[in-house]
């Protein structure tokens, strides 16, 4: 969740911690701080609220060091104030920065006041602070400290060390948290994202669960949980520098909006040939999986978990295999049944949502025949550990709501399925008909996006609002879900998604003139049965917002804002092409809030705590 960014040279390494930072930020926000070794003594500086803050502050007091960490906080212990600000410090000898959360901290607290230490914040960080500062006075061994206590540790972590005794040093570990180490020339770099580092460098080692990295300027050495000194891979990262640059538009999550077209042709290209969709989008044993496949499980979290859902509308309907989909954080606590032959896919945008991940580990010691991970992120811990992998080309994704993520990966979830389809009996003019729909879909969204400025008038209706409705049927029942989970994300106006057909069993009681109903229409087989629906909202008051097909009629009348979509949308494409508007709704709703649309409270991108 949080961000951390080290660094060890022979030149002032600030900007690189700084630029680092900024680069993260979307990962945390709540406050901001570095700390460096300077002339014999660590200096720290934290501030409250966004990177910029401490900028200001290092304007006013520049600090230099060839050696530092740095971090951006998102809260889980403690208040986002300054004292509970990274790095945290153990007396002047030790400076940590973390990512993740210690769940037994609270004992280890008790015993080290038992020794003597006092606390300055409320975090699970400090602790762990102390607790290296207490197992270095045995013999002044910085990193046969940091193994042992971080073999007291219960709970996920990324943790960034320095001592003011070991000058030109950093110790790095991780256990359940994203952790690189960059490589660079007669100089080293450590990080939480490889996105932090690529200003600097594109060479990388990607820790694995349990490693300890001592870094540092010509040097890095690693040992693996079992103590053992091992050698990982040096990957070479194929990101570039500017692919997050925000460029000429106001908002990172604006700029995502129309990467779109661009983004889902990447999804498509070089696994489609021919008219058909290549087993081995999926990876180079997909084919033997996937004709062993009678059943799948789709494990994800949040917009990833809508996508999952779209996803067992399609599955079912044309497999004709069972498809359970469920959130990570619930199937991890409870005792699934795993049905013969079921492949066990995972869903994530960074590949390190940590329930997520937990999921994916559960599952390989059960009976599913493979896992399958769909991703943003090719350096991710789930595309290193799942057997097969569908990467999404999405391209970075900064904004904390997530939309060409979703789009894409509902793409990579439509060639998972017309794949399976194939082995249930799709016909070869069947495939290719699915197959042409999905070629379509860039043109088709860069139509839906000319809808921009007639959205943005709709947003008006929705400024002063605090509650919304959305409905859905069908396959569009979960891009409602999403559409509410974007406008309550980034407006803060509460937001509810409902199957259209459950108004009556509940929700219609909310339903008055301050309810703005928000529905997705297109020509489909749930079309009459929807427009009952919305005629329920109608007669209790309530003002309609309805995306609909150019064919579906609903009348000019008082009450009811239909907003056209491009002609002859078919249903394997009304998923993804139906999602856009609500993206851009919820954006406009926002901006005429005042709310802050990339980084919204209380909220982070990567969600690597549990």
């Not at 996920?156 to 001592?163: N, R, T, V």
């Not at 087993?279 to 996508?307: M, P, Q, R, W």
């Not at 919304?468 to 937001?495: C, D, T, W």
């Amino acid at each position: 969740m949080c961000g951390i960014v080290g660094a060890v040279a022979e030149r002032n390494v600030v900007p690189i911690l700084m630029e680092g930072l900024r680069r993260l930020e979307y990962r945390g926000y709540d406050s901001a701080g570095i700390a460096l070794y300077d002339d014999g003594e660590i200096i720290r500086l934290r501030r409250a609220g966004k990177v910029q803050e401490l900028q200001s502050a290092l304007d006013k007091n520049p600090l230099q060091g060839a050696t530092g960490i740095s971090h951006t906080r998102w809260a889980t212990h403690g208040a986002p104030n300054e004292s509970n600000a990274h790095p945290h410090v153990s007396g002047k000898d030790i400076a940590i920065v973390h990512n993740g959360i210690i769940e037994n901290h609270e004992e280890l607290r008790d015993e080290l006041m038992k020794h003597g230490y006092t606390f300055d914040s409320e975090t699970d960080t400090e602790v762990v602070a102390h607790r290296i500062h207490f197992n270095m006075q045995a013999d002044g061994d910085f990193v046969k400290a940091v193994k042992t206590t971080v073999a007291e540790l219960e709970g996920a972590y990324a943790l960034a060390i320095m001592s003011v005794k070991h000058p030109g040093e950093l110790i790095l570990a991780r256990q359940g948290a994203p952790a690189v180490v960059g490589l660079g020339l007669e100089e080293n770099f450590i990080a939480s994202d490889v996105a932090a580092l690529l200003p600097v460098t594109r060479k990388f080692i990607y820790l694995e669960e349990g490693d300890v990295a001592h870094v540092r300027r010509k040097e890095v050495t690693i040992w693996d949980i079992d103590g053992n000194v091992v050698e990982r891979p040096v990957a070479q990262s194929e990101l570039s520098a500017d692919a997050a640059e925000r460029g000429s538009y106001r908002h990172y999550m604006q700029k995502e909006i129309y990467e779109q077209p661009e983004a889902v042709a990447r999804t498509l290209d070089g696994r489609i040939a021919d008219g058909k969709v290549l087993d081995s989008a999926f990876g180079d044993k997909a084919n033997e999986v996937l004709d062993k496949t009678k059943g799948v499980h789709i494990i994800a979290c949040g917009t990833s978990y809508h996508a999952g859902l779209v996803a067992r509308y399609w599955i079912e309907a044309l497999c004709r295999i069972p498809c359970m989909v469920e959130i990570a954080s619930e199937y991890r606590y409870r005792s699934p049944v795993v049905l013969q032959d079921t492949l066990f896919i995972t869903i994530s945008q960074s590949g390190e949502t940590a329930d997520t991940l937990a999921a994916l580990r559960l599952a390989k010691e059960m009976d599913y025949i493979s896992t399958l991970t769909i991703c943003n992120a090719p350096e991710s811990s789930m595309v290193r550990e799942s057997d097969l992998v569908m990467l999404t080309h999405a391209g970075p994704e900064i904004g904390v709501a997530s939309t060409k993520a979703f789009t894409t990966q509902l793409a990579a979830l439509a060639l998972l399925t017309i794949v399976l389809a194939r082995r249930s009996g799709l016909e070869e003019k069947q495939e290719r008909a699915l197959v042409a729909q999905l070629a379509d879909l860039p043109g088709l969204i860069g139509q839906v996006l000319t809808l921009d400025s007639s959205i943005e008038a709709l947003a008006e209706h929705f400024a002063d609002k605090e509650h919304a409705l959305f409905l859905g049927r069908g396959v569009q029942n979960p891009v409602a879900m999403e559409g509410a989970l974007k406008l309550k994300e980034i407006s803060y106006i509460h937001a509810e998604a409902y199957a259209a057909g459950e108004l009556k069993h509940g929700p219609l009681a909310l339903v008055d003139e301050n309810m703005p109903v928000v529905s997705i229409a297109p020509d489909d087989d749930l079309l009459e049965k929807l427009k009952s629906n919305l005629q329920e909202v109608r007669a209790r008051g309530g003002e309609l917002f309805v995306f609909a097909d150019p064919r579906v009629q609903f009348g000019d009348r008082h009450g009811i804002h239909t907003t056209r979509m491009p002609a002859l949308i078919q249903d394997f494409q009304a998923p993804i092409l139906y999602t856009i508007p609500l993206q851009l709704l919820a954006y406009h709703v926002a901006l005429l809030k005042g709310t802050d649309v990339d980084q919204p409270r209380n909220l982070a991108k990567s969600v690597t705590v549990e």
